[in-house]
Each structure stands twice: as structure tokens, then as C-alpha cells.
């Protein structure tokens, strides 16, 4: 059965800091690149961060550029997203995805491109 789990999320203050953990399951974890998306209430799901399943080339949307830092250890088949100072508008459900994909290039961050998904850890910023 294919899992993609995830956790590590709750309420912080502005500021603060989290890392979110996705531990994957079912599949050939090293074969497949990540995304972290994330859906605020009333809005679109939205992709946050990738890395691919290689070298580990990353990518991240401007709003959370040098803030966050995505990381994998494929001998644990687990993805990393540690944030760091946090704004309110963070707040949202941050959900991982995994796509088949073995090149470097980003695979576009669209919810539909990515084939399975995590139930989601809810990360709350308050000011």
C-alpha cells in the first residue's frame, strides 16, 4: 500500500520555526521527486518546494525563498521541509506529493502532475 505521511506540523508564533517530516511507504521511494504544496482556507493549493529524486536539485516558490529548506534521506524514504521564520501567512495545510520522475528538471508544482499524496499536517502562524 502506498503511504506518504505526514507530520511535524502545529502552532507556532511569528518568527518561530518547524520541520515537517514526510515519510513515504509502497513505492520505490528513490525513483520519485517530491513537492510540498500547501492550502489555505478559501484558497488553491499551492506548490511550496521540490527536490528532485537524484542529486537532490531543489526548488522553491519566491514567497518561501530562504526561508525554507527542503532535504530527503532516500535510506530512510523521508523528505524534510524546515521552516523558518514564519509568517501568519503561512498558515495552511502543508501536504507532500511524490511524481515518477528521475531527472533533475522540476517536474511543474501541479497538484495534478503528482501521482500520490499525503492526508496533510496543518501549520498554524499566529502573530
Known amino acids: 500500500e502506498v503511504q506518504l505521511v505526514e507530520s511535524g506540523g502545529g502552532l507556532v508564533q511569528a518568527g518561530g520555526s518547524l520541520r515537517l517530516s514526510c515519510a513515504a511507504s509502497?513505492?520505490?521511494?528513490?525513483?520519485?521527486?517530491i513537492g510540498w504544496f500547501r492550502q489555505a482556507p478559501g484558497k488553491e493549493r499551492e506548490g511550496v518546494s521540490y527536490?528532485?529524486?537524484?542529486?537532490?536539485?531543489?526548488w522553491y516558490a519566491d514567497s518561501v525563498k530562504g526561508r525554507f529548506t527542503i532535504s530527503r534521506d532516500n535510506a530512510k524514504n523521508a523528505v524534510y521541509l524546515q521552516m523558518n521564520s514564519l509568517k501568519p501567512e503561512d498558515t495552511a495545510v502543508y501536504y507532500c506529493?511524490?511524481?515518477?520522475?528521475?531527472?533533475?528538471?522540476?517536474?511543474?508544482?501541479?497538484?495534478?502532475?503528482?501521482?500520490?499524496w499525503g492526508q496533510g499536517t496543518q501549520v498554524t502562524v499566529s502573530s
Open positions: 506529493a511524490a511524481v515518477l520522475h528521475s531527472g533533475e528538471t522540476v517536474v511543474p508544482l501541479l497538484p495534478g502532475w503528482y501521482d500520490y
Open positions: 509502497g513505492f520505490t521511494f528513490d525513483d520519485y521527486a
Open positions: 527536490i528532485s529524486s537524484g542529486n537532490g536539485s531543489t
